[in-house]
């Protein structure tokens, strides 16, 4: 972005929118038996792939870009923004490092500070409180999903000819079979369906008793696979698999969400070689699951090159949220950390990587966020955006590409009405505009406003992760202000948030909260249903999965429709009021 301070009051209408435990070994007979397939031991049956190939006539490397490219997302979870060797970590990248340094690195690039709002922003192009998604994570037990009147981009991708498939966890719901990744608009599916889980047996408690396996093939608990394989290699090998088995000159996009860095932490033993040195114990575990993950991208860029797809690919890289220190990652010198709205629990490691790009070898420094990717990748996929889908996000394909200005100048980070946790916050602080009991955060140009209680607010330096005791952590500890609901930061001028400036710019917070109040009128309301019982994997055969069957639809026919009829309903008020809320906001003087 341009230097200096908050632009005249354009910066509204700017742009066009188009929008337990860890196991440190791993036997040897698991990985003779069932391992990671390397190309060594990929073996003959990859070969027969070819052959079989070469029998039809056909290459097995597509020398001659085809349209529309191939189309790669690669969601890491819980990766730090620190936790990439490129931003100065001490963890090994060397496979994310060479793929940034080949392609584009993103760094001013925005996430949500959990799971499952980050991927519903991805696959929706839309903010949270356009999907109803608001507050915290889908539990599992939670009769709840990506609302079904949404279009997902794998659908969108479907309808020009694309094969779709998704790889890894997918956290977005899953009482309904509808809810299903493959109803959903994925051709296959082959991963979890929780938050998280072992990455060995992948089973997961979420309370006690409250247990079950999350491996999923399509729609189907995937026992068969259960062989103890380490979940990131797992994953990859399914990707080399769809990748050996699919003709290059179909498009195709692969959503690979792997459940690394995400507690618990646990890796094969062979990747603890390099750390042994780290004292912290979590950080020790949490740097071989990053080196396993790193040489199972490695392996996934090497698969695409071996079956003609890397010359007409897009690779994007993403993490879903910032890293969590208690569980090993590192935001430093970002404030915060997952689950917060400082810069630590949304500012993430992200890249693009292309053959296809025009500035190769560059740093992009525009305003880039996750529901960005829904247009951008439908436009490179000579798709339509329906006029009635209201999105939040921008085709930035240009800004990444060739370095143009991004159309983007603002994100609502989010509003969340459920969490009031700031008793001191009132109408009164939010100079009538806004209560400021209520968590939110928005970024408009340089500004960044925050009200309620944002999360953690410490910056966790990397002295914390030695032996050299904590009197460096705590002098970076915040000494709470009583009664403090509102911050205003330059996160230009300072992205680490070390200087506030609310009691300085008051006219610059009035601005933002009445950004705030006219972007919550567009709001739909909070689904966070209560748990419910029917959801324990014991009555589903040990299995997480749906629960919600159709004669329990015809028992409560008044719930459902009351449902329905709220979301059609919302449904058109948001078709009045979502992308063009800037510019109506710029002729109307506000």
């Given at each position: 972005?341009?230097?200096?301070?908050?632009?005249?009051?354009?910066?509204?209408?700017?742009?066009?929118?188009?929008?337990?435990?860890?196991?440190?070994?791993?036997?040897?007979?698991?990985?003779?038996?069932?391992?990671?397939?390397?190309?060594?031991?990929?073996?003959?049956?990859?070969?027969?792939?070819?052959?079989?190939?070469?029998?039809?006539?056909?290459?097995?490397?597509?020398?001659?870009?085809?349209?529309?490219?191939?189309?790669?997302?690669?969601?890491?979870?819980?990766?730090?923004?620190?936790?990439?060797?490129?931003?100065?970590?001490?963890?090994?990248?060397?496979?994310?490092?060479?793929?940034?340094?080949?392609?584009?690195?993103?760094?001013?690039?925005?996430?949500?500070?959990?799971?499952?709002?980050?991927?519903?922003?991805?696959?929706?192009?839309?903010?949270?409180?356009?999907?109803?998604?608001q507050h915290s994570v889908i539990r599992p037990t939670q009769p709840n999903c990506l609302p079904l009147d949404n279009v997902t981009l794998p659908q969108k991708l479907k309808e020009v000819g694309y094969s779709t498939h998704m790889v890894g966890k997918w956290h977005l719901g899953f009482y309904r079979k509808e809810c299903m990744p493959t109803q959903r608009g994925f051709d296959s599916f082959f991963g979890s369906l929780?938050?998280?889980?072992?990455?060995?047996?992948?089973?997961?408690?979420?309370?006690?008793?409250?247990?079950?396996?999350?491996?999923?093939?399509?729609?189907?608990?995937?026992?068969?696979?259960?062989?103890?394989?380490?979940?990131?290699?797992?994953?990859?090998?399914?990707?080399?698999?769809?990748?050996?088995?699919?003709?290059?000159?179909?498009?195709?996009?692969?959503?690979?969400?792997?459940?690394?860095?995400?507690?618990?932490?646990?890796?094969?033993?062979?990747?603890?070689?390099?750390?042994?040195?780290?004292?912290?114990?979590?950080?020790?575990?949490?740097?071989?699951?990053?080196?396993?993950?790193?040489?199972?991208?490695?392996?996934?860029?090497?698969?695409?090159?071996?079956?003609?797809?890397?010359?007409?690919?897009?690779?994007?890289?993403?993490?879903?949220?910032?890293?969590?220190?208690?569980?090993?990652?590192?935001?430093?010198?970002l404030r915060g950390s997952k689950g917060s709205y400082w810069e630590g629990g949304i500012r993430a490691v992200g890249f693009v990587h292309s053959p296809l790009l025009k500035n190769k070898g560059s740093v992009c420094k525009e305003l880039v966020h996750i529901t960005d990717w829904f247009p951008t990748l439908i436009t490179l996929a000579e798709g339509q955006i329906d006029e009635d889908i209201q999105l939040d996000g921008?085709?930035?394909?240009?800004?990444?590409?060739?370095?143009?200005?991004?159309?983007?100048?603002?994100?609502?980070?989010?509003?969340?009405?459920?969490?009031?946790?700031?008793?001191?916050?009132?109408?009164?602080?939010?100079?009538?505009?806004?209560?400021?009991?209520?968590?939110?955060?928005?970024?408009?140009?340089?500004?960044?406003?925050?009200?309620?209680?944002?999360?953690?607010?410490?910056?966790?330096?990397?002295?914390?992760?030695?032996?050299?005791?904590?009197?460096?952590?705590?002098?970076?500890?915040?000494?709470?202000?009583?009664?403090?609901?509102?911050?205003?930061?330059?996160?230009?001028?300072?992205?680490?948030?070390?200087?506030?400036?609310?009691?300085?710019?008051?006219?610059?917070?009035?601005?933002?909260?009445?950004?705030?109040?006219?972007?919550?009128?567009?709001?739909?309301?909070?689904?966070?249903?209560?748990?419910?019982?029917?959801?324990?994997?014991?009555?589903?055969?040990?299995?997480?999965?749906?629960?919600?069957?159709?004669?329990?639809?015809?028992?409560?026919?008044?719930?459902?429709?009351?449902?329905?009829?709220?979301?059609?309903?919302?449904?058109?008020?948001?078709?009045?009021?979502?992308?063009?809320?800037?510019?109506?906001?710029?002729?109307?003087?506000?």
């Amino acid at each position: 972005m341009a230097p200096g301070g908050c632009a005249p009051p354009h910066w509204l209408c700017k742009g066009t929118m188009l929008a337990g435990g860890v196991l440190a070994g791993f036997s040897v007979l698991s990985l003779l038996t069932y391992g990671y397939l390397s190309w060594d031991t990929l073996g003959s049956s990859l070969e027969e792939t070819e052959t079989t190939r070469a029998k039809l006539g056909e290459e097995p490397e597509a020398s001659a870009p085809t349209s529309p490219p191939h189309i790669v997302f690669i969601l890491a979870d819980d990766q730090g923004f620190r936790d990439v060797g490129y931003h100065g970590s001490e963890i090994r990248t060397p496979t994310l490092d060479r793929l940034a340094a080949e392609g584009v690195k993103l760094e001013n690039y925005y996430v949500q500070p959990m799971c499952t709002p980050s991927r519903s922003q991805f696959i929706t192009g839309k903010y949270q409180i356009h999907t109803g998604l608001q507050h915290s994570v889908i539990r599992p037990t939670q009769p709840n999903c990506l609302p079904l009147d949404n279009v997902t981009l794998p659908q969108k991708l479907k309808e020009v000819g694309y094969s779709t498939h998704m790889v890894g966890k997918w956290h977005l719901g899953f009482y309904r079979k509808e809810c299903m990744p493959t109803q959903r608009g994925f051709d296959s599916f082959f991963g979890s369906l929780l938050g998280s889980g072992d990455y060995y047996t992948h089973y997961k408690c979420d309370s006690p008793g409250i247990c079950g396996y999350d491996l999923y093939e399509n729609d189907n608990a995937a026992w068969d696979h259960d062989n103890g394989i380490y979940s990131t290699q797992m994953y990859t090998q399914k990707v080399q698999q769809i990748l050996a088995s699919h003709n290059p000159r179909t498009p195709i996009f692969l959503y690979i969400a792997y459940q690394a860095v995400h507690s618990p932490l646990q890796a094969p033993g062979k990747y603890f070689e390099h750390y042994r040195s780290i004292n912290n114990i979590n950080r020790r575990r949490y740097a071989a699951m990053l080196a396993c993950l790193d040489e199972a991208i490695n392996n996934v860029t090497l698969a695409l090159k071996r079956y003609g797809y890397y010359d007409n690919s897009i690779l994007i890289y993403s993490s879903d949220n910032g890293g969590q220190p208690m569980a090993g990652g590192s935001n430093w010198p970002l404030r915060g950390s997952k689950g917060s709205y400082w810069e630590g629990g949304i500012r993430a490691v992200g890249f693009v990587h292309s053959p296809l790009l025009k500035n190769k070898g560059s740093v992009c420094k525009e305003l880039v966020h996750i529901t960005d990717w829904f247009p951008t990748l439908i436009t490179l996929a000579e798709g339509q955006i329906d006029e009635d889908i209201q999105l939040d996000g921008y085709d930035i394909w240009e800004t990444v590409s060739e370095g143009r200005r991004s159309p983007r100048v603002d994100i609502l980070h989010n509003i969340d009405p459920i969490y009031t946790k700031a008793k001191n916050g009132s109408w009164a602080a939010g100079f009538g505009i806004w209560n400021t009991a209520v968590q939110s955060a928005i970024r408009v140009n340089h500004w960044k406003l925050l009200t309620g209680n944002p999360g953690y607010s410490d910056w966790v330096p990397p002295q914390s992760f030695s032996n050299a005791g904590p009197n460096r952590w705590h002098n970076e500890r915040v000494s709470w202000m009583a009664g403090k609901t509102v911050w205003l930061f330059n996160i230009t001028a300072d992205p680490y948030e070390r200087v506030d400036l609310s009691g300085k710019y008051p006219d610059i917070v009035k601005q933002l909260l009445r950004r705030l109040s006219q972007f919550n009128k567009t709001a739909v309301p909070v689904r966070y249903p209560a748990k419910d019982p029917r959801s324990n994997p014991k009555l589903n055969g040990g299995v997480w999965g749906p629960w919600f069957k159709e004669d329990q639809k015809k028992k409560k026919p008044g719930k459902i429709k009351g449902e329905n009829k709220q979301k059609k309903n919302k449904k058109k008020t948001s078709q009045k009021k979502g992308q063009s809320l800037h510019c109506r906001l710029h002729l109307a003087g506000r």
